[in-house]
């Protein structure tokens, strides 16, 4: 088996929601079954949306020092469970020699191994928005990537912070406004491409998104890290 | 902010639960407020259980091993997400100078803190009742623990597997009748004294329990680790 690293804490709760989904999709009858996993949850990375409209610290220098970190606790592969964070990706691949599984690179043979996406939308912060990590990513394999208006995005991220800030309740009801009026859209197929998204799909009502196939960029990374890390 | 290192992996799920519970109990408005963790998740640490019942190997060096890993990591303190592994913890203890929390004396510190118990029952594994873990660290502080007797024992230990092979209705009924055997022997707390126990207390009805006041020793531990790394 190998190991695998976890750059985590963006936020705590979204690092739980991935370290269950790996534990969930795991063929197991006993602990020793399970992939050996060191989590380095460092909740003090700042926020990478804030530095991404150049209002904050850079995180890059704490995503490297998670890496030195992951480094020295002899792990095999490393992911990060926040897809905001891979707008630095690139930079932290070429300082590590350790195999960096990308997220984002995840969802993308995922949605052009099923093919039948018409119109995909994201669901994500402001910042991967804006820095277009999804977009870059999809245009370069000819796909295209929807972001929602300012209101509906705004619904988003607001429940994205409530969510962090442990205000669950006004985190779903907001998180329920976006997905009513995402619902009136047309979109066959959405990305919960922002860890807290899966957390805030599973506080609503399932049927809420019913005809729509949503793409848990979570539940495929932890998939991935499974397959790659079992035996 | 101290960085607290957890050895787990004994199983993932208790792990699971300890990480959760951390986070629930860090007063946190961002990502930031929460507190660094490494978890070293390494379910390969052979059966502790076993290993008391002279039938498996010895999960000592394993645990070093994990420690060693947190130590490269750079974490400020230690514990483990495992009740029975603390028959380990003053070997451990003599090989690191990390300060390593014991998750029995959190529960101790606890019940001699409340003052008000007189009948104490252990929720715990085979081998943690046959090495003694809660009993020795008890009758020092002049306090008696009993343990079940064998069909209660046997359906506690039983709950404990099924729920380590992701069998959670078989686990949840078979801690029910668990439970509700102890209902009627006139404890009035009971120590949770096995990680996966408040996992297995979270799936069924509160009300079984009513009247008994239970110490979970994972979310004490929790607490513990929260005011010793906050700021």
């Known amino acids: ?11 705590p709760e979204a690092t739980v929601d991935l370290f269950v989904k790996i534990i969930k999709n ?8 399970h992939i050996p996993i060191v989590i380095d949850n460092y909740p003090q990375i700042p926020d990478r949306t804030a530095y991404i409209f150049g209002r ?3 995180p890059l220098p704490y ?3 998670s890496v030195r970190r992951l480094e020295r606790a002899s792990v095999d592969c490393l992911c990060m469970a926040c897809n905001t964070a ?13 195999p960096f599984i990308s997220m984002i690179e995840v969802v993308l043979e995922k949605i052009v191994e099923e093919g039948d996406c018409k119109k995909i939308g994201l669901m994500a912060t402001d910042g991967t928005v804006k820095a277009k990590i999804y977009h870059n990513a999809f ?16 619904l988003i991220m607001e429940s994205i912070y409530k969510l962090k800030a442990g205000e669950h309740e006004q985190a779903k009801e907001l998180f329920k406004n976006a997905i009513s009026v ?11 491409g922002c860890t807290e998204v899966p957390v805030l799909l599973s506080l609503i009502d399932e049927e809420l998104l019913e005809g729509i ?8 990374l932890a998939k991935r890290v499974v397959s790659l890390c079992k035996d």
Do not use: P
């Not at 891979?86 to 350790?98: A, D, W």
């Open 213 to 220: 196939k949503v793409f848990d960029a979570t539940e495929l």
């Open 26 to 33: 795991t063929d197991a009858k006993k602990d020793q079954d």
């Open 1 to 11: 088996m190998k190991r695998v690293g976890i750059i985590g804490g963006m936020g």
């Open 182 to 192: 995402i619902k009136s859209k047309s979109y066959d197929c959405l990305i919960a």
């Open 56 to 58: 904050g610290e850079n």
């Open 86 to 98: 891979h707008y630095f990706i690139e930079e932290l691949r070429r300082e590590t020699k350790v």
């Open 63 to 65: 995503l490297l020092e």
């Open 139 to 154: 245009e370069n394999a000819g796909l295209e990537i929807h972001n929602f208006e300012g209101g509906i995005q705004r």
